[in-house]
Structures are given as C-alpha cells and as structure tokens.
C-alpha cells in the first residue's frame, strides 16, 4: 500500500524555485510530523528540513533561509517550498512521516513511512 506520494521535483534552473509536495493516502487522517530528506547517488540521504507535531521546524544549515516545510493537515500533505535554488541542491528528495493519526479520534502514532522520492535537478 502507497501511503506517501511526492510530486514537484522537475529540472530548474540555478536561483528558481520548486514546491514539493508530500500527500498521503486516505487511510491517514493527518500528518502530525514528518521531514523531507535528500539523497545524491554514493552519498547518504540527509535529513534536509523537518516539522514537528507542535509546528517547530528545524533546517540544514545548507538550506536555511531558502527552503521552507509546511503542512496542510486537511489535504493531509507536507510541503517544501524552495527557492534560490542552487545545483548542489540536486537530488532525490524524501519524504518522511514518522508521526501520523489514523481517525480524527486517535492518538498520534509514531510512523516510520517514505515516499517514493522525487528527482529536483538544478542547473547551472
């Protein structure tokens, strides 16, 4: 079952900008935290902006200031929003929901669910 699906990743060029986004199935009620993560082949994935229950986020220091991580939890989607992107911005992105509610009555539940991943390249 496909519990997390990514879009938005495309080629742009350097100092654009790209929104992902991160939807999940109608099985999940909500999102209540999750990350998006980017990986570059021979390298390891990277934790590159997360969103916790309470709203916080926190950001790699690379892309501070120019990356953005929000949610929708009625449309139960995670988003980055980013701009001034850079070519050492390409990868493949990741979403990541490690805390989720089932039914607008749950608890929230610690998850550990990837997307598919989506490609961004940024030229030069």
């Known amino acids: 079952q496909v519990l997390l699906v990514e879009s938005g990743g495309g080629l742009v060029q350097s100092g654009g900008s790209l929104r992902l986004s991160c939807a999940a199935s109608?099985?999940?009620?909500?999102?209540?935290?999750a990350g998006w993560y980017r990986q570059v082949p021979g390298k390891q994935r990277e934790l590159v902006a997360a969103i916790g229950t309470d709203g916080t986020t926190n950001y790699a220091d690379s892309v501070k200031g120019r990356f953005t991580i929000s949610r929708d939890n009625a449309k139960r989607t995670v988003y980055l929003q980013m701009n001034s992107l850079k070519p050492e911005d390409t990868a493949v992105y990741y979403c990541?929901?490690?805390?989720?509610?089932?039914?607008?009555?749950?608890?929230?539940?610690?998850?550990?669910?990837w997307g598919q991943g989506t490609q961004v390249t940024v030229s030069s």
């Open positions: 109608a099985s999940i009620f909500s999102i209540n935290a």
């Open positions: 990541n929901a490690d805390k989720v509610k089932w039914d607008p009555f749950d608890s929230v539940r610690a998850v550990d669910y």
